[in-house]
Structure formats: structure tokens, C-alpha cells
């Protein structure tokens, strides 16, 4: 398997708070069949930000010290970058800001209260750069708890989605289990990653049984291993699944932003 999101780096951000937590989430990644990890720490200016060559430093100390605990995981180097219109000003360095440095993929954080209005440029912007974006967790955002559909719309207009593993095993509570698993049953999940925090967190093999009983094996294959590959590698791939609307009536993506 293949985990695209996971805070992994010791010391820069919200998750791993030292070498040796690190080692642990690893461990636990690979004990559960994980073989290569995206290391995504925070990029929200002002708080939790590192530059690629910190970042590649950082991700090559860690894989040595993988190696030496014979702990048998790639790491690759990656960002969780918080949606604010200063994405624009970043535009000219996406490259490196994107999934394993491919210049094809960018895990992109949204506001947990609502969909920014400037969702509209921002997708623009990045279709002309090339770039795809990934959103994290999008079944943790209240707007999009209120009304799945807003993901719809998000995956109709060149998004694609990443569900977190404890969304799915409830971790986050009964609202939020239940959005996960209706969008995945709708199919506009892409790819299950775990997220990770810290050694408490759950590893990506926890969600298998559970999505492959919602799913079937063939379908948690391409969430878990095919299309995180892909991702990883920068590579295309088909969607076989259609993407099906929820029952609620759509009034389109602008109507569900916030204007603040």
C-alpha cells in the first residue's frame, strides 16, 4: 500500500514530536503493509513551514534511520498545504510543493468550516499550472457535512478527493464516519490515506477491512494501492466508477461558498 498523507517529519509541525515517534509511526505503517509513505508536514504561512531543501534533509535523515531499523518503507517528500488565496502568490513553486516533487499532484488542506470562495481561481490557477489537486479530508469540513454535493461539484470540476482512515473508522465522530463512507459509496473517493499524528494514530492497513466490506477488494486496491502509486509517481489514471451525485438538490458550487 501506499500512504499519501502523514505527518511523519519529527519536530516541524502538529505531528511526530521526535526521531523516535517517527520510527514508531513507521513501524506501524509497515507492520500494517504500507510500503512507501509521502511525508506531508503543515504549509500554512506563519505557523508550519519548511522549505524543499529542509524537507528533503529532513526525509533523508529519516529514511536512514528507517533503513538502520530495518523498518522496510520509502518515504517521500510532499506538503499539506492550507488553502488561502496566497496559493496564488505561490504558483511559480508548486512543483516542489507537490506529491513526491512530480509537479503533477498537490495535497491541499481546505478550511474545516467551510469551502473558501476563492475555490473557483484557485482550480483555475492550478489547471493551467498543470496541476492536480488532492483534497484532504474534504468529509472533515462542515460546509461539505452539510451538503456532500459541494464534493460532487469539487470532483466534476478536476478535484480529487483523499479520505482520512480514522473519518472512516469513526475516529472523528458519527457525522463525520458517515459522510466519509457515503462518499466513498458515491465514488468520489480517490485515495485512503492515514493522516497520521502521532503513534496513537490509526495506520493505513486499519480502514482495509472496513472499506473492502463497503467496497469490495477490487474497488479498496485502486483507494489503497493503484491510485496512490499513480499519484505518487505522477502518472494519469482512469477512474472506472462514475461519480454519482447525492440525493439532495445541487444549487451549484458557488452557491455553498462562504463569503467571508
Same mark, same amino acid.
Do not use: W
Given at each position: 500500500?501506499? /500512504? ?20 514508531? *509511526? ?37 529514511? $536512514?534511520? &528507517?533503513? =538502520? @531499523?530495518?523498518?522496510? #518503507?520509502?518515504? $517521500? ?14 504558483? /511559480? ?8 516533487? @512530480?509537479? $503533477?499532484?498537490?495535497? #491541499?488542506?481546505?478550511? *474545516? ?17 498543470? #496541476? ?14 452539510? @451538503? ?15 479520505? @482520512? ?27 485512503? &490515506?492515514?493522516? *497520521? ?14 472499506? =473492502? ?22 502518472? /494519469?489514471?482512469?477512474? =472506472? ?20
Amino acid at each position: 500500500m501506499v /500512504d499519501i498523507h502523514c505527518h511523519i517529519l519529527p519536530g516541524v509541525d502538529d505531528g511526530a514530536e521526535s526521531i523516535e515517534e517517527s520510527l514508531t *509511526m513507521l513501524r506501524k505503517a509497515a507492520t500494517g503493509g504500507v510500503k512507501s509513505i509521502v511525508a506531508t508536514p503543515h504549509l500554512l504561512r506563519g505557523s508550519y513551514e519548511t522549505s524543499l531543501s529542509q524537507r528533503q534533509e529532513m526525509v533523508a535523515d529519516l529514511q $536512514k534511520a &528507517a533503513d =538502520e @531499523n530495518h523498518i522496510d #518503507i520509502q518515504i $517521500k517528500t510532499g506538503v499539506e498545504y492550507y488553502l488561502t488565496p496566497q496559493i496564488l502568490e505561490d504558483m /511559480d513553486r508548486l512543483e516542489e510543493l507537490s506529491i513526491n516533487n @512530480n509537479g $503533477k499532484y498537490l495535497l #491541499i488542506e481546505l478550511p *474545516m468550516r467551510f469551502v473558501p470562495q476563492s475555490m473557483d481561481d484557485v482550480l483555475f490557477n492550478l489547471k493551467v499550472k498543470g #496541476i492536480i489537486p488532492v483534497l484532504a479530508h474534504p468529509e472533515r469540513n462542515e460546509g461539505i457535512c452539510r @451538503n456532500p454535493n459541494i464534493v460532487f461539484d469539487l470532483v466534476e470540476k478536476g478535484c480529487l478527493t483523499q479520505i @482520512n482512515v480514522g473519518s472512516i473508522l469513526g475516529y472523528f465522530g458519527g457525522q463525520i464516519r458517515k459522510v466519509a463512507r457515503n462518499i466513498l459509496t458515491h465514488n468520489l473517493a480517490h485515495v485512503i &490515506a492515514s493522516d *497520521m499524528h502521532s503513534a496513537n494514530s490509526p495506520a493505513l492497513g486499519a480502514a482495509v477491512p472496513e472499506v =473492502e466490506k463497503l467496497l469490495g477488494k477490487e474497488q479498496a486496491a485502486r483507494l489503497f494501492v493503484e491510485t496512490p502509486q499513480q499519484i505518487v509517481a505522477g502518472e /494519469d489514471f482512469h477512474q =472506472e466508477e462514475l461519480p454519482q451525485q447525492f440525493g439532495t438538490r445541487r444549487r451549484g458550487l458557488r452557491g455553498f461558498f462562504s463569503r467571508s
